[in-house]
């Protein structure tokens, strides 16, 4: 199986952010890393993490942090063609939201895992809770 993860559930596990959602999202990074499915995340999420996570982690430590994660998580290219699709698209109102639904469409996800699901009701891949993703695995 799939999937691509969505920023929120990213800065969830590198931030520890609330109980429930760092483990929900620790368990399916553990998925990835392990091999069971395959996870994905957008380019711009980690570009946007990077610079989310500079509170919380010195350069060094993020090098080696998203270092690690590109070993274990295939990062997907956000180029002019995901992004005229994103800037064409009519029925998304978040940008950043509909570039996230175009690189899970490219990388044929199954899923997008996401805190977020009602941002992706026009993705033609489908969002799930991290929580109900882990009850498919």
Known sequence: MKILI??????DFLTKRNPLFYQSAGNIINSCFSGS????IAAHTVMNSF?????NYNLNQLK??????SRRIKIVSVDN???QNALNDKFFTDFEDCLQAECALSCGADYI????IKDFVNSSVPAILPE???KLI
Do not use: W
């Open 6 to 11: 969505d920023t929120n559930v990213l800065i």
């Open 37 to 40: 499915i395959q996870g994905y």
């Open 51 to 55: 610079y989310v996570l500079r509170k």
């Open 64 to 69: 080696n942090i998203f270092s690690s994660l």
């Open 81 to 83: 063609n995901k992004i």
């Open 113 to 116: 895992v996401t805190r977020n």
């Open 132 to 134: 109900d993703f882990l």
